[in-house]
């Protein structure tokens, strides 16, 4: 590979994607690999600050940016990605489908600890839409030692780095608890703040009721729930430490799997998780779900809604980022 002056480059043909930014207009390739530098060309290139080309054939055994791009999305491959089209020697992995994204975060630094490759990920556990970059991949030179990806490719091994968890529609129910709500003190206020929750995800409200702080009450409505079909049943309220608060307790006594009364998450320490013997899910909800804009049921909501099931392990490592 050699690198001449572009003035005498006309004629020859461009090795890789050459990017022209311009502030808060555009940022891209101006010129694709493969292009044929004509005489209009050289003014352009010279006010992008390329005074000088790459010319002539790659050494033996090195690999082309676009090739190496190749290696990596194969290491993330897996169903419901697909690859974007290379650009500027990226490729992107792409969501076909609205849903969760998990990351093999130990396998994933192996890639980013060889200094010649890197894969940036949305966080795991991020809820992707259809269409979303769930990564964008790229080796850092132009051009590096084929043998050195296809070793790294072995050591990663055949598991995807990346898999996408897509949302199946969830039947739910909701067991408003609290007597000033039940005794029409209050108007309900949690509802309408679920609605709107579950408004972007492939669900539907299929029963509501209201019962009082009464252990037997919020049991039998758990189980009534259970019998209508619902895959996920929301208690909302009575979660705390006040003498009427049974709603735990409820969801702990109906439970098969009880996973944890209480998670490292602010707004949100109060929470409940348990699995039904059906195997539906069974949330408690403290009340300030209702009253923040976002809190653990956020981060919760949509690995159940893609059928990811918790352990205590996966709550209890919610801590560091836990403060929302
Ligand atoms: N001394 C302590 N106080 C509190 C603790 C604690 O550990 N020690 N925990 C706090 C946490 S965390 C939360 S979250 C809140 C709320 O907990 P609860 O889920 O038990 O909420 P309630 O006591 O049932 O209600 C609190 C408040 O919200 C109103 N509410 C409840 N449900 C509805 C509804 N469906 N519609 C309208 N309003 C509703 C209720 O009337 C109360 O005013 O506790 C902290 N306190
Ligand atoms: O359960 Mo509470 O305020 O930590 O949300």
Known sequence: M???????????TLWQDMTQIIPKEKKGPRFRKGHVI????????????????????????????????QYLFQMCNSEHLVPSEIKEGKIEAIAEKQGVLTV?????????????????????FYSLEKGEVAAGMRIIPLVMEENKLKDLKQHIGKRPLLQLH???FKKIGIITTGSEVYYKRIKDGFEPVLRKKITPF????IATKIVDDQLEMIEQAIKEMKNKGCDIILCTGGMSVDADDRTPTAIQNTSEQFICYGTP???GSMFALSYLDNGATVMGLPGAVMFSARTVFDLILPRVMADIKLSFTDIASLGCGGLL
């Open 2 to 12: 050699k690198i001449i002056a572009v003035e005498d480059a006309v004629g020859m």
């Open 104 to 124: 093999d975060q130990k396998r994933l630094e192996i890639v980013n600890a060889t200094g010649k490759t890197m894969i940036a990920t949305k966080p795991n």
């Open 166 to 168: 897509p949302f199946t």
């Open 38 to 69: 004509t005489k209009e060309d050289v003014a352009i290139l010279l006010n992008m600050g390329k005074a000088h080309i790459y010319v002539g054939e790659k050494q033996v055994g090195m690999i082309h940016e676009e090739e190496a791009a």
């Open 265 to 267: 998450v602010l707004p």
């Open 202 to 205: 492939p669900a539907e409200i």
